[in-house]
């Protein structure tokens, strides 16, 4: 059945996925490579735009951004945050009580439709709750970065994860 953390013996010839770290599971100075990667297309640019009323040209006018300095339509920033953030998720997060904060963020470079991205995470510090015995603090940076190796987005993530065997159970 494997050894691996993220799954679960639950029967005879039975496992369960059980991704994400506990509280215990972070170390300090750790970094993890998140995958898969993603490769942002035209209609995620779009419809980005589209649902968050972004009405900027430069991400959906291909005529204007021509005539940028760009010479393409950029990937909406909000989009490329949301996707580094969710690719995080399966470890950083997946034991989440709750998210308490995003610090630091900060655009390096461009991207566009078309670019692959990935992300890697370093625990940056953790410490117990003190109000919450069965939970513990994590904070974590989160490098943003294109399939030739750039960075192109940091941002610092601070999160309210459950230490084992503090966890809401799945029944079913």
Known sequence: MGSSKSYKKVAENRIRE???????DF?????????????????D??????LTMNTAPLHFDANYAEKSE?????VDSTLTLAIVTGMTVNTISKK??????WDKVVLHKPVFEGDTIYAESETLNKRESISRL???????KTNGIKQDGTIFMTFERTVLVYKR????????
């Open 18 to 24: 059980d991704f994400g770290f506990y509280y215990e």
């Open 27 to 43: 170390e300090v100075g750790q970094i993890i490579e998140h995958r898969p990667g993603r490769t942002l297309t035209r209609a």
């Open 45 to 50: 640019n779009i419809w980005m735009t589209l």
């Open 70 to 74: 760009w010479k393409l339509p950029l």
């Open 96 to 101: 989440v009580v709750a998210n308490l904060q």
């Open 134 to 140: 069965d939970q513990g603090i994590v904070k974590v």
């Open 165 to 172: 065997g503090g966890a809401p159970r799945y029944d079913i």
